[in-house]
């Protein structure tokens, strides 16, 4: 049977790369996008349904989810990719305001939990329902503690404590959830080249989007609750 997939902010970047790489192995991707336009030519591209999504809009993603169960009826792996960085030169903690942080959190964080929710009626009728939230190293609380390490420097509170908050929040779901097939993982693409980050990453967003693509095609015996990138796990 083929599988559904429906994938957050996939008309680019590492989104985009995750649907074409699923759909390159059979599945039928849905780009999920909040721009009509841009949504529908991504999908286009890639020969796949658009449904439109923004995940800070309840309403669009309700119609979203109406539209996969009239469509498909289920859905087996959900990305939830779509997110957004602020200002990362202007907002150290001590400069930063609550509407900054806010605004991060209305996507990478409240945005999540919307479309998880209102997927999940539908993941619960897969045989092996995945989730996977895009999270990032920046999350880890672990590696911004080390002094040592690549991330000191990178104290930007409200992208990397909506993280933080995502890495949690998987863990959640995936302990209500881990009586039933469905896994919830969070991955780490790694620094890639994409608009969120002036394409300054060294990794390409093919690259970034391969981890995801891995956790969204796990096997039955596969990891759920957990934190990680290509080589491995990573510390909270
Ligand atoms: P990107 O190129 O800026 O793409 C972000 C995508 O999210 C775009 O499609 C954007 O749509 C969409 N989006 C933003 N707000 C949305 C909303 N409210 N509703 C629906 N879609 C929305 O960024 P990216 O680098 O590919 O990032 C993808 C994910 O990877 C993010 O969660 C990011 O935090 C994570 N990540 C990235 C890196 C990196 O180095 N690039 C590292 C670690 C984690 P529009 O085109 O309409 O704006």
């Not at 336009?37 to 989810?65: H, K």
């Not at 104290?155 to 209500?176: G, Q, R």
Request: aromatic share 6%.
């Amino acid at each position: 049977m083929t599988r559904i997939a429906l994938i957050t902010g996939a008309n680019k970047g590492i989104g985009y790369e995750i649907a074409r790489l699923l759909a390159g192995q059979g599945v039928t991707t849905i780009v999920g996008a909040r721009d009509e336009e841009r949504g529908r030519a991504a999908a286009e591209r890639l020969g796949q349904p658009y449904v439109r999504l923004d995940v800070t809009d309840e309403e669009s993603v309700a119609a979203a989810a109406k539209w996969i169960d009239g469509e498909h009826g289920r859905l087996d792996i959900l990305i939830n990719n779509a997110g957004i960085a602020g200002d990362l030169n202007a907002l150290v903690p001590s400069t930063v305001t609550a509407a900054a942080i806010r605004e991060v959190y209305e996507t990478n964080v409240f945005g999540v939990v919307t479309v998880t929710n209102a997927m999940l009626p539908l993941l619960r009728r897969s045989e092996s329902g995945r989730i996977v939230n895009m999270s990032s190293e920046l999350g880890s609380l672990a590696m911004a503690m080390d002094r040592e390490g690549p991330l000191w420097e990178a104290n930007f509170l409200p992208y990397n404590s909506s993280k933080s908050a995502l890495n949690m929040i998987t863990v959640c779901y995936a302990k209500e959830l881990m009586d039933t097939p469905i896994k919830v993982n969070a991955a780490n693409p790694g620094y890639c080249a994409t608009d969120l980050n002036g394409h300054s990453g060294h990794r390409t967003a093919e690259q970034g989007a391969a981890i995801a693509v891995r956790l969204a095609t796990l096997d039955g015996d596969g990891p759920t609750g957990a934190y990680l990138e290509d080589a491995g796990s990573l510390r909270w």
